[in-house]
């Protein structure tokens, strides 16, 4: 732009156009979700768009007649329709998700749509107020812009070609349902979880089916358990110990030996000369044992009675003696106890336990555990499946998850096709032609097939975040055709609209979004993260486009014949 105040001009605008949005989300909705608070990074990146097409128009509007004032109109003359035009499809692409069952999404929307007609409105207020009161230094002469000539037949071939190999790409696109894949991978409580996903009979993806009686249940959980999917079930039968007759056999005989030793085993007083005598029976015990013994045993009792030997005073011996044996008696308690055992049934269970399974009317909880790694999306749909065809009723985090992809997918499906009708319709009304409207599209449809290929040869999934990326490219990738389109209707020649400032305004906006959504690469949210990839590497194949795809078209289907 090469003018500082034109650049503050821009800022201005920006400012005020996300402090009325703010104000706006705070009056419409009154708070923000984890998918609604990135308004800010896509209007940052959407709505210096505005102000850069302005600022390089109104230095271009200064080359020719008039003073400050008629700059300003002729300028604003020029950009009101193509601005106007981007931001009501921008503000679609966002709109489209409003009706969405995904709430992030559809309040997102609402936030963003609205964004852009503040953005557009905050671009022909405040930059022109600005600009009135802090004009800017005329340019001598206009910045030298090259048009190259491209192979134009060379260029459709081959967009057509990898278009083609992109549509064959896009039925491998895959989306990953695993929402803990949104996190940084290198916690230690994720690092964790992922650890007990892979562990059979440890996953923390459970599936729980709700059985109207304890009968019931365990019937249920046999079914279960037979699939090839199911590691194992649990009921509030599998919490009562198995082969109890032979397991108490086995303590009646322990308490045949162990019952003399422990009755006889009791809390004396220890006098210092008991204590003494017990020190020097101990060290002249390990002393015959290491003499008749050459094993690593023998070397351990000469260094044990070496230490024994630098205890010498009553308070070393005492803290020597509550050192070795403070867990001698509780363990002895616990041991007496144990011998003490008797045939446990489900009313022996500690209640906070049992009711986690068995509830007060007699309902029964079986649990569900997968076989396989619910991490891999294939295997949590096998497994959810599976259950479900056996208990429809089946619920929990297994099952949430695969719904909430269904639901997240369907509502980006029904997203991408209002915007993509309702954006065609508009730039059609507006444009009364259809060969511009075909201009505008075709880059845009092939940058989105390309977008999709990207994801499966980089083999990055599209997410619970990053899948926003293509009902947004409808109404963000349109502007550039938009611009472009408009620009040579007004100058009556595709070749002089790549003479004039707006390629340039083009690129320098496209750069801006790209930083923009590139900043959100670097969050440590994996989530936010993958969305800033994908919506820099969508913006630069949608530059690329309407670089080089749009101008080839444009001197291969030239202007004339489809105009109404």
Known sequence: IRSLRLVLGILAALVAGLVWTAGFTTLAIGHLNLVSVAFAVLFIGLGVDFGIHFALRFREERLGAGDQREVLRRTGAGL?????????????????FVP???????????????GMFLAFAATFTIIPAFLTLLPPRAPITAPAIRTPRLPAKWIAVVALIVGGAAVAAVPFASFDLDPIKLRDPLTESVRTFRDL????????YTIEVLAPSLSGAYALAGKLGSLPEVEKTITATNLVPTEQAEKLAIIDDLNVFLAPLLLAVKTVAVTAEDRDKAFVSLRRTLERGAARDLSDLAAASTKLSAALAKIGTGAQRIAFEQNIFQYFTPQIERLRHALEASRVTLKDLPPEILQRYLSIDGRARVQVFPSENLGNPKALRRFVDAVREVAPGATDSPVEILESGRAVVNSVVKAALISAVAVTLMIFLMLRSIRDTLLVLIPLILAALYTVAATVILSTPFNFANVIVLPLLMGLGVANGIHLVSRAREEKSAAAAFSTTTPRAVVFSALTTIASFGSLAVSSHRGTASMGELLTLSIGITLVCALVVLPSLMRLWPAGETRT
Request: aromatic share 8%.
């Open 80 to 96: 009101a329709a193509p601005l106007a035009l981007c931001a009501m499809a921008a503000a679609i692409s966002f709109f489209s």
């Open 100 to 114: 969405t069952d995904y709430r992030g999404l559809s309040e997102l929307g609402l936030i963003a749509g609205v």
């Open 197 to 204: 996903a892979a562990t059979a009979g440890a996953s923390p």
